[in-house]
């Protein structure tokens, strides 16, 4: 459930240089703003935390709603609005449960996106998007929640199959989640010797 309309916007002044800005144009115009950690903006800015989220095998989990038009199938990262009280962590982990049936291992920050939407009907709104890195296995397919499929896909793969359309902030998320994946299988391997 995300937390809505905002009387307040963030305070913009607060953030560092970001590493990319995209514009898009559906359903209206908006602007993604890219934040590289370490900046974390306030929790109560911040409407969401979905997950680039690799198996051990490599292999990155995707999961398919409906499209706004309720029909066209809708491949996306796991994720979604952070419940009063919750961390981004508790989040996804809650998330990922429900809507992919599996079970986050371990997770890192990767970033963050201000979404400014200046022509949202219920007037300007501007709020921030979190993505983190996840480790995942998981469990027997029983959908309860809004995703009716889960599928696997490798890298390669990722950036046609997820519904973004071009994004360049898929890329950064694609590129530095494959980082944070081989950071922590270097990190598995050292433990096991």
């Given at each position: 459930?995300?937390?809505?309309?905002?009387?307040?916007?963030?305070?913009?002044?607060?953030?560092?240089?970001?590493?990319?800005?995209?514009?898009?144009?559906?359903?209206?115009?908006?602007?993604?703003?890219?934040?590289?950690?370490?900046?974390?903006?306030e929790l109560?800015?911040?409407?969401?935390?979905?997950?680039?989220?690799?198996?051990?095998?490599?292999?990155?989990?995707?999961?398919?709603?409906?499209?706004?038009?309720g029909v066209t199938p809708y491949w996306n990262l796991p994720g979604g609005g952070l419940m009063p009280g919750e961390t981004l962590e508790q989040c996804l982990t809650?998330?990922?449960a429900e809507e992919a049936c599996a079970r986050v291992i371990g997770s890192r920050y990767l970033g963050c996106q201000r979404?400014?939407?200046?022509?949202?009907p219920d007037g300007p709104q501007s709020f921030y998007q979190a993505r983190l890195w996840a480790r995942v296995?998981?469990?027997?397919?029983?959908?309860?929640?809004?995703?009716?499929?889960?599928?696997?896909?490798?890298?390669?793969e990722f950036l046609s199959v997820l519904a973004w359309g071009p994004s360049l902030t898929a890329a950064v998320i694609l590129e530095d989640g494959l980082r944070l994946d081989a950071e922590a299988?270097?990190?598995?391997r050292v433990t096991d010797t």
């Open positions: 459930m995300a937390r809505g309309f905002r009387a307040t916007l963030p305070d913009k002044s607060l953030e560092p240089t970001p590493r990319l800005v995209e514009t898009h144009d559906q359903p209206r115009p908006w602007t993604a703003t890219w934040f590289d950690p370490p900046f974390l903006p109560d800015h911040v409407d969401q935390a979905y997950g680039i989220c690799f198996t051990k095998e490599g292999e990155i989990l995707l999961i398919c709603s409906h499209d706004v038009d809650r998330e990922v979404v400014d939407d200046l022509e949202h296995e998981l469990d027997r397919w029983d959908p309860r929640h809004e995703a009716f499929e889960r599928r696997l896909v490798t890298p390669a299988k270097l990190s598995e």
